[in-house]
Each structure stands twice: as structure tokens, then as C-alpha cells.
Nanobody, 122 residues
């Protein structure tokens, strides 16, 4: 089992920045690829970003590419999502996820964080 605990998030004005963190415990963190997803009210949960076990390769949705950065610190068992130039449409509940397989598909992730709210005001 892998437990994922998220922190960060909150309310920010458009154009501002936030960083989300997700710390893992229970298994060797570096064995897992990590992803971030988000779910806006009334919508499905969608892929935001992913990073490989070693952190050498990252993937982004088109909607956040160039504004968000995913990174990880395997010594701290933590993955981060740095969000810059935030827009009101970035408002959502954000979730981190872990799996031994690299994927951008939500249902393939086995372990999930508890979610954290990001609200961007215009």
C-alpha cells in the first residue's frame, strides 16, 4: 500500500502561483510514476501532469503546458506541482496519484491522495 498525503492549494488571484505537494509513505517512492489530476465541479477528473520514477521525463496536458511544472524529490518521497499564471479555469480539486505503470489515464492509477482545492479568482 502507498499512502499519499497532499498539502498546498487555496485561494489565489488570476495570474498568481501556487505549489501543491504530495508526500508518499508505505512503499519505496522511487518505484512509482506519479501524476496529478484535477476535477472541476460537475466535471470528470482529468489528467494534468505526470512524471517518471526518476523524474527525467514529464508529461502535461495542453491546458497547463508552459504554466505548470511537475517535479519530484525521491529522497523526500514527495512530488510537487508548481502552478504559475493561474487562470479561473484552473479552479478544481487537485489529486496526486501513484502507479507502477506510467500512464496519463486516470483509472489506471492505483493510489490516490485525498485531494486539495485550488480556487483562482478573476
Amino acid at each position: 500500500q502507498v499512502q499519499l498525503v497532499q498539502s498546498g492549494g487555496g485561494l489565489v488571484q488570476a495570474g498568481g502561483s501556487l505549489t501543491l505537494s504530495c508526500t508518499a509513505s508505505g512503499r519505496t517512492f522511487s518505484n512509482y510514476h506519479m501524476g496529478w489530476f484535477r476535477q472541476a465541479p460537475g466535471q470528470d477528473r482529468v489528467f494534468v501532469a505526470a512524471i517518471t520514477r526518476s523524474g527525467t521525463t514529464t508529461y502535461y496536458s495542453d491546458s497547463v503546458k508552459g504554466r505548470f511544472t511537475i517535479s519530484r524529490d525521491n529522497d523526500k518521497s514527495t512530488v510537487y506541482l508548481q502552478m504559475n499564471s493561474l487562470k479561473p479555469e484552473d479552479t478544481a480539486e487537485y489529486y496526486c496519484a501513484a502507479d507502477s505503470l506510467l500512464t496519463t489515464t486516470e483509472f489506471r492509477y492505483k493510489y490516490w491522495g485525498q485531494g486539495t482545492q485550488v480556487t483562482v479568482s478573476s
